[in-house]
């Protein structure tokens, strides 16, 4: 069933059982309308099929009141010329031009041309480009490297093989009895979703490079892959002056880039809040129900288990997996990195 069969199934759904019934008056007193109303929805099938049952509005653009030609040409040239303005901004960059139209009514124009946001403006603009060829100007070039660094801070993340970018998060697990908070350092390679995890009972800048030191970077260097980048929120475990902080020490030494989300936006690091949301329901829902842990040892050797099986057997959805286990997309990733590197 289509979009346009989903809208109208209940008009459809009263002329198929009168139909099935025999009986329109016992159709209409069951679907709870009138007999004039099967009827005009009988009338309107026969004028123009069941497209003809679709709502349309009555409501008319009154062209009287659009702006003239030249105005409007104006308005759409300046969304391509500055695709970062905003229909006020447009609007006084016009007037200054000898143009008149109010903020409002730029919208109104970018409404009706598909250009209403950021993202379309850009869209008509590489469209452009595209088939005239055009040379951009300084504000064309500075919208597309925003678009470009606002992409990496709103989770579109840029990853071309396994160790290009890693992230990494915190996730608070619980407090246990006898031990106290417990905290997971998590490591995801974003192009493999190859994950690794450590539990913790604190939350500082060693925890968060120890991670790192046992697990992660001892994988990849016995593929002999190097880990390029990193990806993490703001926190203090994380983020610091370079000279003193343990992390950034870290990742400095084993020469890291470190790249950090944009400020209140924890969709930035989304691969690990959405691995974190998996490993939630998952493993700790479940294994805190059938078990008491009275220790962290006890805790993370079943975690290291369910990690292990994450990475081998669960196969993943994921945008470079594709149906594949992690660790198959880790190998497969690795395998067409090397071959373009000879190459």
């Known amino acids: 069933m289509n979009t346009t069969q989903k809208l109208i199934r209940n008009k459809i759904g009263l002329l198929n059982l009168a139909e099935e019934l025999g009986n329109i008056s016992k159709a209409c007193s069951v ?21 003809n049952l679709i709502d349309r509005s009555r409501k008319k653009p009154n062209i009287k009141n659009r702006v003239d030609e030249i105005t409007e040409k104006a308005v759409v040239e300046m969304a391509i010329e500055f695709p970062a ?3 006020h901004r447009a609007s006084n960059e016009l007037r200054k031009k000898g143009t008149f139209v109010s903020g409002s009514g730029v919208r109104s124009i970018w409404l ?3 250009l209403a946001n950021f993202k379309q403006r850009l869209k008509a603009l590489d469209k452009k480009v595209q088939e005239e060829g055009i040379v951009l100007n300084d504000y064309q070039i500075a919208a597309l490297e925003l678009k470009k660094d606002d992409d990496i ?7 071309a093989h396994p160790g290009y970018l890693g992230s990494q998060d915190t996730f608070y697990v619980g407090n246990l009895k006898g ?7 998590t490591f995801v390679d974003t192009y493999s979703k190859l994950a690794f995890c450590k539990l913790y009972t604190t939350k500082t800048p060693i925890t968060a490079a120890d991670l790192l030191n046992d697990k992660v970077l001892p994988f990849f260097d016995q593929h002999s892959c190097s880990m390029l980048r990193m990806l993490t929120d703001r926190g203090t475990e994380y983020c610091g002056k370079p000279e003193h902080h343990d992390y950034e020490l870290f990742l400095a030494v084993n020469d890291i880039d470190h790249t950090k989300t944009k400020a209140r936006h924890p969709q930035t690091n989304g691969i690990c809040e959405r691995f974190h949301k998996t490993i939630l329901q998952e493993f700790y ?14 805790l993370q050797k079943d975690l290291d288990e369910w990690v292990h099986e994450y990475n081998n057997d669960r196969t993943h959805q994921g945008k470079m997996c594709c149906g594949r286990t992690p660790m198959t997309t880790f190998f497969d990733g690795l395998k067409v990195w090397r071959e373009k590197n000879i190459a």
């Not at 709870?32 to 099938?45: A, D, I, K, N």
């Not at 031990?179 to 350092?185: A, E, K, N, S, T």
């Not at 059938?290 to 962290?296: A, D, F, I, N, Q």
Request: aromatic content about 12%.
């Open 153 to 159: 801070a709103c989770g579109e993340i840029e990853t």
């Open 85 to 87: 303005f905003g229909q």
């Open 31 to 51: 679907m709870g309308l009138s007999r004039q109303t099967f009827y005009r929805y009988q009338e309107l099938v026969a004028e123009g099929g069941l497209d």
């Open 179 to 185: 031990v106290g908070r417990i905290y997971q350092q």
């Open 112 to 114: 009706r041309h598909s």
């Open 285 to 298: 829902q479940i294994a805190f129900r059938k078990k008491l842990y009275s220790t962290l040892e006890e």
